[in-house]
Structure formats: structure tokens, C-alpha cells
């Protein structure tokens, strides 16, 4: 399995956070909210949305509900998102 380099830069920038690779394994289950994630990932709300945050704008995970709703914000893995997390686990990197 050959991996451009961008996929690695894309790897090392997830792996470069356990909020980000906690966000994208719940991901690869199906949408979730921010406080599901955080529940399911032990984790802390706010760490949770600022890897949301992040991973949107690197285009690995959307937004699946409109961008004026404040509560009940749907998010899911894209195709993106779901390459890395398999070269991620390919890998043995997660």
C-alpha cells in the first residue's frame, strides 16, 4: 500500500494529538455530537470540540447539520478523514 506524502503530513498531524485520534476512531462508528464523543472517549468537552474544530478545518471531518445551530451539532468522518484513519490503523499507528 503506497501512501503520498500528504497522507503522512495528514497522519502526523493527527497522531500529534490523542483529542484528535480519540475524535476520528468515534468517528469511523458513525455521526456523533461533541458530547456524545466526549462521553464515549472518557474525555473532556472541550478538548473534544477543539479537535473537531481542527479536524474540520484540515477537511477530515463536516459538519452534518447547518452552521447556525448551537446545539445538537452533528458531525461525520469524510472520505478524507476515513483514508487517514485507515492508514492509521494499517499502519499500527492508533
Do not use: C, F, N
Amino acid at each position: 500500500m503506497s501512501v503520498s506524502k500528504s497522507r503522512w503530513d495528514d497522519v502526523g498531524y493527527i497522531i500529534s494529538s490523542r483529542y484528535r485520534v480519540l475524535v476520528l476512531k468515534r468517528l469511523m462508528e458513525g455521526p456523533a455530537t461533541p458530547s456524545l464523543i466526549a462521553a464515549d472517549s472518557e474525555s473532556s468537552i472541550t478538548h473534544v470540540s477543539r479537535a473537531l474544530q481542527q479536524l474540520r478545518e484540515q477537511s477530515h471531518v463536516t459538519l452534518l447539520v447547518s452552521e447556525d445551530r448551537k446545539k445538537g451539532r452533528v458531525y461525520g468522518i469524510t472520505d478524507e478523514g476515513r483514508s487517514v484513519w485507515e492508514t492509521l490503523d494499517a499502519k499500527d499507528l492508533v
